[in-house]
């Protein structure tokens, strides 16, 4: 029966789990294992100024009360709170060391400032950590993965945004992720290069925009099925052989001529090609 009523509250939305459990105690005790643990503008209450001092007075208040045990889902959206993304920072390091437990599938951080926060790796070289995560989506941070960090077991979701990290990092990232379905790259300035290796088997959908100074991109994956590039001043281009590629963008005007002639000639089943052309018309 313990079961069943932990489970009840897990479905609940965390402002309506909180509150259920500070008028039942078998709620309360199954609120320290609440496993979707999301934190932003929404779970302010009707009450509250919206001011960032209520978000971090909040989140300190629920993982003070939490196990960290059994979370499955961590969203922190700093996004709205740019008056305090200092002082969440400085208490970063301490919720995620308390939120990221053997079991944790999706990690959402999300921050808007000037000067990009090193995530933590060090807590990933927990292979219990790592090996349960499914889905990665990181914002303004800076993230420096090593050739030390181990393979990723379960990762199929990899979402970067205005992320600080270089190619060679992210080809240590993404050469230990075999599991990885989906990548998506927005407004990495430090990203020079994008290898991705054939090795990647179940990579489908590849989205590249923003990345201003990426130079080369060398795809060897054969089963992508959706390519979005919004780039404009790659040098060298190569996506490699797909005959499971039914959607393709990609900037131009060499990049069109490619296309046309020898890449698709590799990839019979595109139903969707889009050219971003800019001194040839097409």
């Known amino acids: ?136 989506n990181l914002s303004s941070f800076a993230f420096r993965p090593t050739v030390k960090l181990s393979p990723f077991k379960c990762l199929a979701m990899l979402r970067l945004n205005y992320v600080c990290i270089t190619g060679y990092e992210l080809g240590c990232l993404v050469s230990n992720t075999l599991t990885l379905e989906r990548l998506e790259l927005n407004g990495c300035g430090d990203l020079d290069c994008l290898k991705i290796p054939s090795q990647l088997q179940r990579l489908s959908c590849l989205m590249v925009s923003g990345c201003f100074r990426l130079d080369v991109i060398d795809i060897k994956t054969p089963n992508l099925r959706v390519i979005r590039l919004d780039v404009e001043k790659v040098k060298k281009l190569s996506l490699g052989v797909s005959l499971e590629l039914n959607e393709l963008c990609i900037p131009g005007p060499d990049f069109a001529s490619y296309a046309r002639l020898k890449l698709l000639s590799n990839a019979p089943n595109v139903e969707s090609l889009y050219l971003k052309l800019i001194d040839e018309v097409f």
């Open 1 to 136: 029966m313990q079961d069943i009523w932990h489970h009840i509250h897990s479905l609940l939305p965390l402002r309506d789990a909180a509150r259920i459990a500070c008028v039942s105690r078998t709620f309360l005790r199954s609120w320290r294992y609440y496993p979707n643990l999301i934190f932003n503008r929404h779970i302010l209450g009707s009450n509250s100024d919206g001011r960032g001092r209520d978000f971090i007075r909040t989140i300190d208040h629920v993982l003070k009360k939490h196990s960290g045990v059994n979370v499955k889902k961590l969203t922190l959206d700093m996004y709205n709170f740019p008056e305090v993304t200092n002082a969440c920072r400085q208490r970063l390091d301490g919720w995620l060391q308390i939120t990221m437990r053997p079991g944790i599938e999706e990690i959402n951080l999300l921050s808007l400032a000037n000067e990009a926060y090193m995530f933590p790796c060090w807590l990933l070289s927990d292979d219990r950590i790592k090996d349960s995560i499914r889905c990665l």
